[in-house]
């Protein structure tokens, strides 16, 4: 079965490359969740989540390994959640994320990057998420006629 392991969880400074928006809405400072998401004890994917320190100071190893952000916000804090924006990219692995993936480095990556909104449209989440490349497809449906 599909497994999330935490490789570290904590308050860190908000990173200087994030853009001018996204540092704002993060703050100065902000929650980093690192974990690897694994079947058959190997790394599928691999995922770096940023919340606002109100929120992500209050998640445990715990609560990432057994449910989803998303869940978290709802069960635990009573959050209403909003909409999201997704955006996904293709790249090549640094050698950083591919030892984290353990994968060859300039193996081909799908990048997902994702800002998630609460209901009063305040961010509650910011992802990097990344796929080796034969581990992730989306498909699209289209409607021809229009």
């Given at each position: 079965a599909p497994k999330v392991v935490v490789k570290s969880i904590g308050l860190i400074k908000t990173p200087p490359y994030f853009d001018a928006a996204l540092k704002k809405e993060l703050g100065d400072e902000c929650v980093r969740i690192v974990r690897a998401h694994m079947l058959d004890g190997v790394v599928y994917g691999y995922a770096k989540i940023y919340l606002p320190e109100e929120y992500g100071s209050l998640i445990t190893n715990s609560d990432v390994?057994?449910?989803s952000i998303y869940e978290i916000y709802q069960n635990k804090f009573g959050v209403k959640l909003g909409k999201g924006i997704q955006k996904i990219s293709a790249?090549?692995?640094?050698?950083?994320?591919?030892?984290?993936?353990?994968?060859?480095?300039?193996?081909?990556?799908?990048?997902?990057?994702r800002k998630s909104y609460n209901a009063d449209k305040e961010l509650i989440e910011y992802m990097e998420l990344y796929y080796e490349h034969s581990q992730y497809y989306f498909q699209v449906e289209m409607d021809l006629t229009v």
């Open positions: 390994e057994n449910h790249d090549k692995a640094t050698k950083t994320l591919a030892d984290a993936m353990d994968i060859a480095p300039n193996t081909p990556v799908m990048c997902i990057e």
